[in-house]
């Protein structure tokens, strides 16, 4: 029998840690409305390095976690588990599921003029290859340009956005793409919105950036238009974040991340 859902139900959001909530904070912005339940598996990250069972186990029980606070769609905002996760969680959900890599990856295509786009993200997303098979999808005339950019992770959650190191280790990355002569650069990791002005200032503002947290919210409230769930009312949604772990620095990172204080967060224990 189909659940039967809800407008003011929430929305579920998971990633492997934090880095998510560049995710969520798009979804605070475009959808300020809406009660939002964001779940951090910071206990076991990163998944970049797990092997692919392992990433759909962990993504399986997540689900089954949020889905038992009665969500009314899930939001995969971890780059890895949507590469991997995403049909194996559809096939269990009773409620719309949506990752990352599509909406960025159609954005991208819709941004790009010359046909070449640019991915960065971590090791795993680059070597599963998943961007760049989606924007195939959409376009076989597309080059595609992938280069995994690991240090970038630690310079966001160190804050280390806009200083010389930062810079350095953003050029060193980046310059091949002018040779690439890219137009688009998709940021294929959560945590790379948070480095958005120093990539810019490396590779200039004539290079379009997609954020995939950002194209994700978006089609975040298409679905909910399209299937009747917007939630109308006018109080601002409540948001509740559930984390497997309390890292060390964990409420400056997320406050930075998020870009307001963290509050009601819990610690839980998966079954």
């Known amino acids: 029998m189909k659940k039967i859902l809800s407008p003011s139900n929430p929305i579920g959001v998971f ?35 797990k092997s692919k069972e392992t990433v759909i186990r962990y993504s399986v029980e997540i689900a089954k976690f ?21 049909p194996y969680l559809r096939k269990l959900s009773n409620v ?19 046909y070449r786009i640019g991915v960065i993200g971590t090791l795993g997303t680059v070597q599963s290859y998943a961007y760049k098979t989606q924007i195939h999808k ?22 280390w956005t806009e200083n010389k190191i930062a810079a350095l280790i953003a050029k060193e990355y980046l310059s091949g793409f002018k040779d690439d002569k890219i137009d688009t650069l998709i940021l294929g990791c959560t945590h ?21 947290g950002e ?22 949604g409540k948001h509740k974040f559930y984390v497997t772990d309390f890292q060390k620095k964990f409420r400056e990172i997320s406050e930075r991340f998020l870009g307001q204080p963290l509050h009601d967060v819990k610690k839980i224990k998966l079954k």
């Open 15 to 49: 990633d492997s840690g934090i880095g998510g909530l560049t995710v969520a904070k798009s979804l605070f912005g475009i959808l300020p409305n809406e009660n939002i339940i964001y779940f951090g598996d910071t206990a076991r990250l990163p998944y970049g390095t």
């Open 66 to 86: 949020l889905l038992d606070k009665n969500v009314k769609m899930i939001v995969v905002a971890c780059n890895t588990a949507s590469s991997v996760a995403l």
């Open 96 to 114: 719309p599921v949506i990752g990352v890599i599509k909406p960025g990856s159609k954005a991208a295509v819709s941004a790009t003029n010359n």
């Open 138 to 159: 959409f376009d076989r005339n597309i080059e595609v340009f992938s280069k995994a950019c690991s240090l970038f992770v630690q310079l966001a959650e160190d804050g």
């Open 192 to 212: 790379y919105p948070v480095l958005k002005i120093i990539i810019s200032k490396v590779l200039g503002r004539k290079i379009r950036l997609i954020d995939s």
């Open 215 to 236: 194209e994700t919210a978006k089609e975040v409230r298409r679905l909910l238009e399209q299937f009747h769930l917007v939630n109308n009312k006018k109080n601002p």
